[in-house]
């Protein structure tokens, strides 16, 4: 009997196994390690112990990022063998964008901590690797620039709901003009949750003018702290204390803010514009009437962030959003929450199949796309080690994560037996009999 030979389709799996091999045999190796905890423990030399606290801190005990990973730890994927696959379709459509993998990347806030640039390098990963980006509301560049830095590549953006309408609405309008896909508001940080290595230090990056770009660059946030300086010259206040903190803080208002730094050391704006962010940022009193506002104040098809109750779930379904995202926020808000990969099963039984959500929150590597996949997420938002991979070796390191994740997420499919993003369900994974 004579054997035909069907060649499989290479992939992204095998394409970037090829890559690092074929830079192997010449001595070269990969920017970035391959393996999360190599890369994690990388970042972490590469990185100050402000940007440390920040980008990889979690709220309380960190409870919550433990929970994260014990999830994905709680269930294993189930290979079918002889499956005859040869080609894989990674491809999918989530809120009318399409998508070359079902990978997004989560906005993270002051990157800039990690990598000077940072919105910037991470923007130009994204297009280069054809992932989306979502815009953070606390970027270090402002989204208009983010966006002629991808070209015509897909972008998202993320709210935070200022307890300012007005500029709510400003912020909404750039988007739009910045040709994002989607609004993503988020959820889970009407205030900031209890962050002791952040505490510890004493360290909030907004304070300092980092990570507030997307203000000083809006009309309408300007205007606030104009008024705000305006009121100030006519109210009796305090001197500030003169310590080296300070003067360190003044200056890193300083750099931080658009415009020349000699003019901004002259001008009371760098220091209004940092006040005034901390007090209307976020809006604590957030509700589902706020939401309800939305269809009748943007285009944008609408993301709600932070889902983790069936209730919630439901609630958004009612309330006509186009998707959801199941997430804790990477752990960094409550102490003790549940893992959003156990909250995911029971909020798509809550929902059914048609609502489109997507995971976020303990995502690492390319097998745990594929069990989120199977376990009712139609895509993923990858957060830190993007972030990592910035850190070590900035725009190329992003682009080596985002390709080693999608690489493993395809090689996962090809070895479990899975055809298509489609095929990904309940079916290939089972309870972790070890645990």
């Known amino acids: 009997m004579t054997e035909t030979a069907v060649p499989a389709t290479a992939g992204p799996g095998r394409d970037r196994q090829g890559v690092v091999y074929r830079n192997g ?27 440390w606290a920040y ?7 960190g409870r919550t990022m433990r929970n994260n990973r014990r999830a994905f730890d709680r269930w294993a994927i189930v290979p079918r063998m002889a499956h005859g696959v040869t080609e894989r379709d990674l491809t999918t459509t989530v809120v009318g964008t399409s998508l070359s993998s079902p990978l997004l990347l989560a906005p993270v806030g002051a990157g800039a901590l990690m990598a000077r640039g940072s919105d910037l390098s991470i923007a130009r990963a994204a297009a280069a690797t054809g992932v989306p980006y979502i815009f953070s509301n606390q970027g270090c560049s402002p989204m208009e ?4 830095a991808m070209g015509t590549a897909p972008r998202w953006f993320q709210l935070y709901w200022s307890s300012d309408e007005d500029l709510v609405d400003s912020l909404l309008r750039r988007a739009e003009a910045a040709a994002a896909g989607a609004v993503v508001v988020t959820l889970d940080t009407t205030m900031l949750g209890w962050r002791p290595q952040d505490l510890n230090l ?18 309408r946030f300007l205007e606030i702290v104009r008024q705000r300086i305006d009121a100030a ?4 206040t305090e001197r500030p204390d003169v310590t080296l903190g300070a003067i360190r803080t003044l200056i890193s ?84 929450s549940i893992a959003s990969l156990d909250a995911l099963p029971e909020i798509r039984a ?55 994740v999608v690489a493993e997420f395809d090689l996962t499919m090809a070895l479990a037996g899975a055809r298509s993003v489609r095929d990904i369900d309940e079916r ?3 309870p972790n009999p070890s645990l």
């Not at 070269?28 to 402000?50: H, I, M, N, Q, W």
């Not at 980008?55 to 005990?61: I, L, R, S, Y």
């Not at 620039?145 to 002629?148: G, Q």
């Open 25 to 51: 045999a010449l001595g070269r190796r990969p920017a970035v390690p391959t393996a999360f905890g190599d890369l994690e423990r990388a970042a972490r030399r590469a990185s100050s112990k402000r940007a």
């Open 55 to 61: 980008v990889a801190g979690g709220a309380g005990e």
């Open 145 to 148: 620039e983010c966006a002629a």
């Open 202 to 219: 004493g360290s909030l990056p907004f304070a300092r003018g980092e990570g507030i770009a997307q203000y000083t660059s809006d009309p």
């Open 233 to 236: 010259r006519n109210a009796v």
């Open 253 to 336: 208002m300083t750099r931080n803010h658009p415009g020349r730094f000699l003019d901004n050391l002259r001008s009371p704006v760098p220091r209004a514009a940092a006040e005034t962010l901390l007090d209307i940022y976020s809006n604590p009193g957030l509700s589902w009437e706020h939401l309800a506002t939305l269809r009748d104040r943007t285009k944008l098809p609408i993301v709600l962030k932070g889902i983790l109750h069936p209730d919630d779930a439901r609630r958004a379904v009612d309330l006509g959003v186009d998707a959801m995202v199941v997430s804790n926020h990477g752990g960094r808000q409550i102490d003790g």
């Open 350 to 404: 809550a929902v059914g199949r048609e609502p489109t959500l997507l995971l976020d929150s303990g995502i690492r590597s390319g097998s745990d796309v594929f069990v989120a996949l199977a376990l009712g997420a139609d895509a993923v938002l990858l957060g830190r080690p993007y972030m990592y991979g910035l850190a070590v070796a900035g725009q190329r390191g992003v682009e080596e994560v985002i390709r080693n």
């Open 428 to 430: 290939f994974v089972r």
